[in-house]
């Protein structure tokens, strides 16, 4: 293998798992990142590492939902009406997999991801020293009414019957008395003891201090302008501060990936997902465990060093602002369920854009355009759950390695 330069295009969680496992695999690693390194949407989400939330959003009914948040600006899934072909063409698209079979299909190609990183990052915490309040908990999905809570029934079944995954059912008496937390009101909750939780923010300044102390060079505020080419390969990046040349090049830049398919040499099919959190200090009756409330689409992360409410999905294009009403949601949601829903002060709150595919399934690839230069983006609401995988497949991939899951779901020429 004679490439040994690697620049890393996105300082994000995605971008941070290839640099350590290129970094493993012998390379001389460079990030950059338009802004921060852990600043965009690796920093404020719920920190889940999920294997059971391998369902894409395009569920049969999925359409008739988004059609119906149309008209609902406090609906879980909201999309704002606006002349944007891009979207419409995403949603077309998005429809037109709201099927059984392709849904089991993406499920499969998620499920590869999710399983593989939810071993690697057992791996990556037992031998190196990467604090981040890593907690192996499980998670609960909260029922408030007994319809949903039964319906998911068949869901459970699906996933079990397909990817063996099951949860365990509990009746509303016994996950009060698990959760003292949770109202008694409740219809129930499955439970995935599979599931783990972390604090992203403390995930990603704890592995830079890792990768810094290991060689890998990190420039933040520093944006990607053009590939610069010799034949059918990347020589160079020209950025906002220098010219940086490497033998290879991975670009892992989340939801702003639409931005660069003229260099990359395709048209990447993201959309970006907006989602919403809030962090406090732990309430005093605080639960033990993740929770999500299923019918809200409104999670929980009980973290060592505080409390978040979060998700939600908005699409919004790329805007800035921070919409009280999404905000207001998460706590209303927590006030349904939880006797002590949220505390005070504040600490953050949060929006982040998602990376979002019309499948639910993430690019791994190489660009059309040049044959040393790999995409990693897409993950949807998964990034933190899929990165350890993603990370050690794009390592594997410049080494030469034989992958240690199939990469093909993942290829760009699947649109």
Known sequence: MSAKRVVIVGGGVIGTACAHYLKNAGFDITIIDSGSIGGGCSHGNCGYVSPSQVLPLTEPAAVGKAFRSLFKKNAPLRIKPRFDPQLWSWLINFARRCNTRDML???????????????????????????????????YLVFKTAAAFEKYAETDRLIRDNFGIGATRFGASEVVKREPALLDDISGAWYYEGDAHLRPDRLLSSWRKLLESRGVAIIEQCKFTHFVQSGDQAVAISTSMDKL??????????????????????????QPGKGYSITMPRPVLCPGTPLIFSEDKVAVTPMQSGYRLGSTIEFAGYDTTLNPTRLEMLKESARHYLREPYSEPVEEEWYGWRPMTYDGVPFIDR???????????GHNMLGLSMATATGKLIAEWLSDETPHIDPKPYRIQRI
């Open 245 to 270: 040349e490497a033998d290879c090049f991975v670009v892992a830049t989340g939801a702003w990936t639409p931005q660069l398919n003229f260099e990359i040499g395709c048209r990447i099919p993201v």
């Open 367 to 377: 660009s059309p355009r040049f044959s040393n230069v790999l995409i990693a983006t």
């Open 105 to 139: 299909q993406a499920a499969e190609a998620r499920h590869a991801l999710l399983a593989s990183s939810r071993e690697l990052y057992t791996e990556l915490f037992e031998t190196e020293d990467v604090p981040c309040e890593w907690e192996e908990r499980g998670l």
